[in-house]
């Protein structure tokens, strides 16, 4: 048996497909294989979720367009001064605020690999952000009551649709929670959970930022004018 | 090859995910200080909104831009002491997506209010010229 003579030479470009690239190659002609080897899983994972996170605020920034656009549109209906509840507001603010601060308190604790710390930072973040939510459900069924509901005008459908929107990421959110605190107890401290908790906590701090936004152009600019 | 050469070798090109306070975790009370430091701001932040929106001593058309600058320094306060973004070398990439994704939201948000602005007067003066007509 004699080897044939030819021997097949491939492209030497790392970009084609299907070559096997640690063994022909050098180690730094490859995407994701030069010096310094591909990023942790811990960036990548973080880092695709923060470009999710950005879209989800782009998306937030179309609604926030058409408020601003129609605030003024009540259609002989009840305006945003006199609709509105301050009182209301800043305690919803308080709660969404705390519950941050306590999901940061978590990712201490998740770091410290600390369990039953994690838990309890976990629910009390659960407990403000459903108390958060009840006091905006109370606030769209007393409006809807008052015949200001999303029908009524084009201001108070860009509310509700703003303001709705937000109150749908944090029920998203609050079932992500309890998901989260069953798979910490289920499964401990493994490397994906913690991923899946850090994109959560990335998650819950990014919803209060909208909440800033919100409270600032919906309620307080909405009662000013 | 694992986390710790990676590190080493990459010469500060996106070392940190987002949310991610530092390489090695920081002892608790290091920590725990950083965030009691966002929340502080946080709250005199808030505070310092809701006392702008009612109070008579700002001049009153002024109260607006006021409010926006409030809400903008508490999101700068979320995004460090929180989401821990940054402007360090080790949160580039980070930093740049938020940067995009601002200039979208500002894109989208100013872009509208111009536009429905300038054709809300379009409209105004396209019906006030039908009322002369006879």
């Known amino acids: 048996m004699s080897t044939p003579d030819i ?42 979720f923060w ?74 973040t659960g407990l403000l952000g459903f108390a958060f939510l009840a006091l905006e459900v109370h606030e769209f069924i007393g409006l809807v009551a008052q015949d200001a509901g999303p029908s009524r ?41 913690c991923r899946r908790y850090f994109c959560f906590s990335l998650f819950w701090h990014a919803l209060d930022i909208i909440w800033v936004a919100i409270f600032t152009v919906v309620y307080l600019m909405g009662v000013r004018t | 090859m694992n986390d710790t050469t990676a590190h080493a070798a990459g010469g500060g090109m996106g070392d940190l995910a987002p949310g991610q306070q530092d390489k090695n975790p920081k002892d608790f009370a290091a920590g725990l200080r950083s965030y009691l430091v966002g929340l502080a701001l946080a709250v005199g932040l808030t505070i310092a909104s809701f006392w702008a929106a009612q109070t008579h001593l700002i001049y009153a058309p002024g109260v607006s831009a006021a409010l926006i600058a409030l809400a903008i320094a508490q999101m700068g306060i979320h995004l460090v002491f929180f989401l821990h973004i940054t402007t360090g070398p080790d949160n580039t990439n980070n930093a740049l997506a938020l940067a995009f994704g601002i200039l979208i939201v500002f894109l989208v948000v100013v872009g509208s209010l111009w536009i429905m602005s300038n054709m809300n007067h379009m409209s105004v003066a396209m019906g006030e010229s039908m009322h002369m007509q006879p």
Request: hydrophobic letters at 50%.
């Open chain 1, 153 to 193: 005008s084009a201001f108070l459908s860009s509310f509700f649709a703003l303001v709705g929107c937000h109150g749908a990421h944090i029920t998203a959110g609050l079932l992500w929670l309890g998901t989260m605190m069953a798979q910490l107890y289920a499964k401990g401290f493994r490397a994906d959970i």
């Open chain 1, 51 to 124: 470009i999710f996170l950005l879209s989800d605020i782009v998306m937030f920034s179309a609604f926030f367009a058409a408020y601003a656009v129609l605030s003024a549109a009540t259609a002989g209906g009840p305006s945003a001064a006199q609709l509105f509840d301050i009182r209301n507001v800043q305690i919803e603010t308080a709660c969404l605020l705390l519950s941050s601060f306590c999901c940061g308190i978590a990712t201490l604790a998740v770091e410290q690999r600390n369990l039953r710390l994690t838990q309890g930072a976990l629910l009390a």
């Open chain 1, 7 to 48: 021997v097949l030479r491939l492209p030497s470009s790392p970009r084609v497909l299907g070559l096997p690239a640690a063994e022909t190659l050098e180690a730094d002609e490859v995407t994701g294989h030069g010096e310094g080897g591909p990023a942790p899983k811990r960036i990548v994972v973080g880092y695709g």
